[in-house]
């Protein structure tokens, strides 16, 4: 669960961080889109995602 919430949360906040920087760059409070809203929010979906992907029955 913890790996899913790692690679999610990096994607959510450098997409939130390093987004806002490229398509406006005069905003000066862009980056914390990603501080503060989409990288716990990427953090979070991971979870779930590796929550729910431990309840599946194994493959083989």
Do not use: C
């Not at 990096?10 to 490229?22: D, R």
């Not at 000066?28 to 929010?41: A, R, S």
Request: aromatic share 12%; charged share 10%; glycine share 20%.
């Amino acid at each position: 669960m913890l790996k899913w919430g790692a690679i999610l949360g990096a994607i959510g906040f450098l997409g939130g961080f390093v987004g806002p920087v490229i398509f406006t760059p005069e905003a000066n409070q862009g980056p914390l889109l990603g501080i503060f809203i989409t990288g716990p929010l990427g953090f979070i979906l991971g979870l779930m995602v590796g929550f729910v992907l431990r309840m599946l029955p194994e493959r083989r």
